[in-house]
């Protein structure tokens, strides 16, 4: 009952409390007229008074007769004349005659009426003679009196009328009031009923609200498929509706009552649990309650602990707290969980395994075939026959064709494996698509069809991108136009596009079609072009040996670069490919690059070859001997440290995979050792060509590796840097080796740029300082070991910045300095001086 | 009371020893002085014919009460002293009936015997020790102690409290 409705039946109560106060008040009021009434202190005074008059005239009568009789009745005289006597005296003394007494038109013939009986008392108690003898004067006298007697009565008559009025007139108003009251009460008393109906009937209808919603309130608990506990601050179980019965597996009527704790907690959360309650009920404190969403382990009836996902809220029911938990059985849930995260990794490893796969593939692929193809190039230049000739071409041919699948497949491997490397360098574009026409001429001369470039508008000679990547997209494109067109022509068109890639940016997008006058490519296929292992058709693909890779591999490529690539087509006239990168203009760099060594005038050079498959030792050997060069060999890494360790070489081929001992080992122990080599070039030979080897190479010492298979090319190259004297035991300066941009890439995405700044340049102090520490050092009276200690220290940062020829030369500075040989230490030393600025200004520029 | 009593038992022996039984009213000696009551009606005792007649000293003979109180006809309270109606009545040997008390002016009221044998009425001939006058509500009056009790202040009582009585009849 609302606040407003106690008031209100407050007052009414108040009120009829009056009321019946009133009404007692009144009723006694009535009660005294009543007894006033009934007690009659009145007595008849009106018929006193008329007796009065009446004994006058009793009197007078008397009196008369005895003065006209012969022989009066004085005795009847005497008698009238005391029972008027007594009547006056009555009147004048009685209290019920007080208030008429006040009243002169009473009180005057009163007075008068006593004036003459007393006078006349003497007379009538004289002698029987004397009052005979006054009889007539008596007579005279009365009849004088006559009228005050008349007024005596008849005054007092109205006096009491007038009284008995007012008495009766203030019955009726006490009657009346009395009634007006009752009725005043009767009304409250009804409106009181009414309203105490209308707050019963609004309170009967606010129950059936209440219970119906009770209802429906159950109805939604049973229904829910969340496990719903009601439980008292105590932990005891005060609801369970039907699905916390299936979850737990207790009946409601089991559970109720029990504590909570030991229900469904499980015995290693008990403790907590239990001490979470108390906790609650001495602080209000709450951990869980109200928190939301929580995960924990719950405990079925059989003892099975499983997952929950619980929330928990406390409430007040009437005057004691409860806790309301709401909880779902995730056990499910959370083994589907597992099983997908399962299934990922299961998926992942897969994919890592068939990249691995195909990595170890193509190198156990690579490997013979660099064999065949290596003594193909030697077989050329022995004494052929022109059919012999033709044969050892075509095999060449089909040789490379298929080594070209096995780099493809091995480009896509990579690429999944997230190891495409992308190195960007200045590049002329000029002479890049020069060269790829130059390269491609012969192909498409053979089928009868012309290739030739030309920019269009602005040529943007030197750019920056991975010369590589970008020639291999465009091999691709190219032989795939080749490949489709006869009689034809081949157009390749460079333009710079006028929008820049972003504003205020000197990069400009850069697009290269290849047209054809080709087949062209229907419609329906143009979607198909770029996918994986898409060949026109089956047939002429198999004649023209597609392996379906090659447009893929290049929307690859073009991805990386950070480009798009696409196709448009009319069949029967002729295709169009183009590539839109974004390029970066770049100054030419002041010497050529790698351009072709001459062969004419090379130093004869002592090399050591250090590989296990015949077959490759043969194929490096001849290469070398052809050139002029003087060639020892080792089947593993162990004799290759001998050979090493007994002559100097000016070259050491190192395969890598070797039993025995493997190339990084023994050019470890080569670089570690005293021998002649010791400082001198040593080349990895690999077909793996994953960074991370490199890496490992280089640490090992190495100075540069080598592909498999061995290209004279290559080989010739590598001999023209140790002749210009760049080959010993330096990495080449302009080779990406000076600085693993990949790592410092990986220091600083994992640092504030602050604080890269701040570590980049403490390492440039320390090397600074170590540099002129190193050069002012007399190392024969110096002790090495600080040296090494020094170098070891520096090196470990030159590590986190990717510095990685300098961090190889400290590493070498401190094997020598380890192993007390002044003389290569100094070596190293000065090597290293001339490394540092050029790392240093690397670094400062990122 | 008591002596009343007594005496009336002696009467009653004497009368029983003198007449044997005879029904009829035993006679008693007339009244020396005036007579102040006449009662008549069917009596056990009579003293002139078939009536009871009194003078002041063969009431007072009869014993004396007295009580004192206000009366609504008189002023201050007064002590009245008189023979208990209901000795009278039973002296008489009345004990049902109505009762009709006459006064000198003929005012006439009706007593129930019943009523009058429980009340406390008193045959009064004395008010403050002194015979009442006849012209002071005298010679007899009968009063009721209407101060000692509400019940003796009604209308009815009020009407019965008749003053100069000389006469009672008894009514069957």
């Given at each position: ?338 099983e997908l995260v399962l299934a990922r990794d299961r998926a992942v490893a897969g994919e890592k395994a068939k990249a691995d796969f195909l990595a170890v593939m193509s190198h156990e692929i690579r490997t013979p075939l ?477 | ?172």
């Amino acid at each position: 009952m609302s606040r407003g409705q106690l008031v209100m039946i407050a007052g009414i109560a108040l009120l009829a409390a009056v009321i019946i106060f009133q009404i007692t008040a009144l009723s006694i009021q009535v009660v005294g007229h009543l007894n006033r009434l009934q007690s009659a202190g009145s007595d008849n005074t009106q018929w006193t008074l008329s007796q009065a008059e009446v004994e006058f005239l009793e009197f007078a009568h008397a009196v008369d007769l005895s003065s006209e009789a012969a022989e009066p009745d004085l005795d009847s005289v005497r008698r009238e004349f005391d029972i008027f006597y007594s009547r006056i005296r009555t009147i004048s003394s009685s209290p019920l005659y007080a208030g008429l007494q006040a009243l002169s038109a009473f009180q005057e013939p009163l007075s008068e009426t006593q004036a003459f009986l007393n006078a006349s008392v003497e007379r009538i108690d004289g002698s029987d003679t004397d009052l005979i003898a006054g009889l007539g004067a008596l007579q005279t006298e009365i009849w004088g009196l006559r009228p005050t007697i008349r007024t005596l009565a008849s005054s007092g008559l109205s006096y009491f009328a007038r009284q008995s009025d007012e008495g009766r007139r203030a019955i009726a108003s006490t009657l009346f009031w009395l009634a007006a009251i009752s009725l005043l009460l009767f009304a409250a008393l009804a409106w009181l009923a009414v309203y105490l109906g209308v707050i019963n009937r609004r309170l009967s209808r606010r129950g059936a609200d209440l219970s119906q919603a009770n209802q429906r309130m159950n109805t939604i608990l049973s229904t829910s498929l969340d496990g719903v506990i009601v439980s008292d601050a105590e932990g005891r179980v005060v609801e369970f509706n039907e699905a916390a019965e299936t979850i737990f597996g207790y009946t409601a009527e089991d559970a109720k009552g029990r504590r909570i704790g030991e229900l469904i907690v499980p015995p290693a959360l008990r403790e907590a649990h239990n001490a979470g309650i108390e906790r609650m009920k001495a602080s209000g404190e709450r951990r869980v309650v109200g928190r939301g969403r929580v995960t924990l382990d719950a405990m079925r009836a059989g003892g099975e602990i499983f997952p929950v996902e619980m929330a928990l809220q406390r409430a007040q029911d009437h005057d004691t707290e409860i806790v309301i938990g709401f909880l779902r059985d995730i056990s499910q849930r959370v083994a589907s969980e597992e099983e997908l995260v399962l299934a990922r990794d299961r998926a992942v490893a897969g994919e890592k395994a068939k990249a691995d796969f195909l990595a170890v593939m193509s190198h156990e692929i690579r490997t013979p075939l660099n064999g065949v193809l290596g003594n193909l190039t030697l077989m050329e230049q022995t004494k052929l026959s022109r059919r012999q000739f033709e044969y050892v071409r075509n095999m060449k041919i089909s040789g490379r064709i298929l080594m070209g699948h096995v780099d493809a497949v091995l480009d896509i491997a990579k690429y999944e494996a997230g190891k495409l490397q992308i190195n960007a360098e200045p590049v002329g574009l000029s002479q890049l698509l020069q060269d790829i026409v130059d390269a491609q001429s012969g192909a498409a001369e053979a089928q009868g069809t012309v290739i030739e470039w030309n920019w269009l508008g602005q040529p943007m000679d030197w750019a920056k991108t991975d010369a590589a990547r970008l020639q291999q997209i465009l091999l691709n494109l190219v032989g795939n136009a080749i490949k489709f067109t006869e009689q034809g022509r081949i157009t390749i068109e460079a333009e710079v596009l006028r929008a820049p890639v972003q504003e205020d940016d000197a990069k400009r997008w850069v697009e290269i079609r290849v047209i054809d006058t080709g087949v062209g490519i229907p419609p329906e296929d143009l979607q198909l072009v770029f996918d994986d292992f898409e060949t026109r058709d089956v047939s002429f693909g198999r004649a023209t040996g597609g392996t379906g890779l090659g447009l893929s591999i290049a929307r690859r490529m073009t991805e990386a670069l950070g480009g798009e690539i696409g196709a448009e087509s009319e069949p029967g006239s002729g295709s169009l490919f183009w590539v839109r990168l974004p390029l970066d203009p770049a100054d030419p760099p002041r010497k050529d690059v790698r351009s072709a060594p001459d062969r004419e005038g090379l130093r004869q050079l002592n090399v050591l070859v250090v590989e296990d498959n015949e077959i490759n030792l043969e194929l490096a050997r001849n290469m070398l001997e052809l050139d002029g060069h003087a060639v020892t060999s080792a089947m593993n890494g162990q004799s290759g440290i001998e050979k090493a360790g007994q002559t100097r070489f000016d070259l050491i081929l190192m395969d890598i995979s070797m039993p025995v001992m493997d190339g990084v080992e023994a050019t470890r122990a080569i670089r570690a050792g005293n021998g002649p080599s010791a400082d001198a070039p040593i080349v990895a030979l690999s077909a793996n060509v994953l960074p991370q080897d490199i890496d490992r190479f280089r640490a090992a010492g190495m100075n540069d590796f080598l592909g498999k298979p061995l290209g004279l090319d290559d080989l010739r190259r590598i001999l023209s840097d140790i002749r210009d004297g760049k080959g010993q035991y330096v990495p080449p300066s302009e080779g990406a080796g000076l600085i693993d941009s990949q790592k410092l890439r990986e220091t600083r995405d994992s640092l504030t740029s602050a604080a890269f700044d701040r570590l980049l340049s403490r390492f440039v102090t320390e090397s600074d300082e170590l540099l002129s520490w190193l050069n002012g050092l007399d190392l024969s009276s110096h002790p090495l070991p600080d040296v090494a200690e020094r170098c070891h220290k520096v090196a470990g940062s030159a590590a986190v910045f990717g510095a990685r020829d300098f961090r190889a030369g400290l590493v070498e500075l401190e094997n020598h300095a380890n192993a007390g040989d002044t003389a290569k230490s100094e070596l190293s030393i000065k090597r290293l001086s001339s490394l540092w600025p050029e790392t240093r200004d690397k670094l400062t520029t990122v | 009371m008591f002596l009343s009593l007594f005496r009336s038992l002696l009467v009653a022996c004497v009368l029983m020893g003198g007449s044997i039984g005879l029904l009829q009213a035993a006679e008693t000696a007339a009244p020396d002085g005036p007579v102040i009551l006449t009662v008549s009606g069917p009596l056990a005792r009579t003293n002139a014919g078939a009536e009871m007649q009194y003078d002041l000293d063969m009431l007072r003979a009869m014993g004396s009460s007295s009580f004192e109180t206000s009366t609504i006809w008189t002023e201050g309270t007064h002590v009245f002293t008189g023979v208990p109606l209901r000795d009278l009545l039973m002296d008489l040997g009345i004990e049902s009936g109505m009762l009709q008390a006459t006064a000198i002016n003929d005012y006439t009221v009706e007593i129930p015997v019943s009523d009058a044998l429980v009340s406390a009425a008193l045959v009064a001939y004395e008010m403050d020790g002194k015979p009442m006058a006849r012209r002071d509500k005298g010679p007899l009056w009968i009063v009721y102690p209407y101060d000692a009790d509400a019940r003796w202040r009604s209308e009815v009582i009020y009407t019965r409290s008749i003053w100069q009585l000389d006469r009672l009849q008894v009514l069957e």
